[in-house]
């Protein structure tokens, strides 16, 4: 070969070299995140999830994507989320919430799926055991279901006076069931007279709650679901308007006008599965991935709403709460 040519074609390959480097990376792992709620009351799981993931060393958009579903309250959109998201061929499924985490878990057997729930992933059909999960699933549990009953405990704690309590519930979830029946125990024991409310839209809230006069209830227990944890704030403020003792799980609802709020730590939970979602990204499997369970739970109280209300909170009660709002 003339040494002209012979140049030519080493600055040819020299060229190549850089497209071939480029094809040979291994391309940025995809995960499909899926929530039956919405966006905008989910902003601090999401920040815990990306902060889980952080400790097996991803950060979203520098080398894992992270593409959301988000079916807004309307469960009968998951499937089709899901299976999008499955012809995507993302790397994993984060399924978080118990409605998304059952229809991820219908939709695949071979896509990791990490998950979120409050409810028991064994007696739902998520897992085999807690221990030894088996298949393609895991996750982390919060303490809520567990605690419902005590949030009626502590309504009639916080109202002593009432003979009569509310429960909201969202039917289309699969846990609602389980709630109204273990609520319904609670209440006997306490001799309480138990209304069940139920909501399953945005609009079904407002319904909801102009019902609470007519049934003359001197409390309310919001039931454990994505469509009222991303409803926080407005069911915080239809609580004030309607002047009624209103108890649910998670701070925000406290922050934003409710009486008490008594549950498991979901932002707790969110970046277990954020954590166990970097492990499987760096290839260790879920089956040898026990089911991790938060126990974190938090008792808040807001003594302004209290006092508006007319309510004088005991200073036991005061005592055991982690936080007081006043």
């Not at 909501?199 to 001197?218: E, I, K, P, R, V």
């Not at 994505?226 to 609580?239: G, Q």
Request: aromatic share 6%; net charge neutral; charged share 15%.
């Amino acid at each position: 070969m003339r040494r002209r040519e012979f140049i030519v074609a080493l600055s040819g390959a020299a060229a190549a070299w850089p497209l071939v480097a480029r094809a040979q990376q291994p391309a940025m792992p995809v995960i499909g995140f899926l929530n039956g709620a919405s966006a905008d009351g989910y902003k601090a799981m999401v920040a815990a999830f990306r902060q889980g993931l952080e400790k097996s060393g991803y950060v979203e958009g520098r080398n894992v994507t992270i593409e959301y579903r988000w079916a807004d309250g309307h469960y009968d959109r998951l499937s089709a989320m899901a299976a999008d998201l499955i012809h995507r061929q993302v790397t994993l499924l984060a399924a978080t919430s118990t409605p998304a985490a059952l229809v991820a878990k219908a939709a695949t057997t071979t896509i990791p799926i990490v998950f979120t729930t409050s409810s028991n992933p064994v007696q739902i059909g998520l897992v085999a055991s807690l221990s030894h999960p088996g298949g393609n699933v895991t996750g982390a549990t919060q303490l809520s279901l567990e605690v419902g009953p005590k949030r009626l405990e502590l309504a009639h704690e916080l109202v002593p006076a009432a003979t009569s309590i509310a429960l909201l519930v969202n039917p289309a979830n699969p846990i609602a069931e389980t709630v109204t029946r273990d609520s319904q125990a609670a209440a006997a024991t306490l001799g309480l007279q138990l209304h069940i409310l139920r909501a399953s839209t945005d609009d079904d809230l407002d319904t909801a709650f102009s019902m609470l006069a007519q049934l003359h209830a001197g409390a309310l227990v919001v039931g454990t679901d994505p469509l009222f944890s991303s409803h926080a704030e407005k069911l915080a403020a239809l609580a004030t308007r309607h002047a009624v003792a209103a108890i649910y799980e998670y701070r925000d609802f406290v922050a934003g006008g409710g009486l008490a709020s008594y549950g498991g730590s979901i932002t707790d939970s969110y970046s277990l599965a954020g954590s166990y979602a970097g492990r499987i990204l760096k290839g260790e499997k879920p089956a040898d991935l026990p089911v991790q369970e938060s126990t974190k739970v938090e008792l808040i109280i807001n003594l302004k709403t209290a006092k508006a209300l007319g309510l004088t909170v005991s200073p036991s009660l005061l005592g055991r709460a982690d936080e007081v709002i006043e």
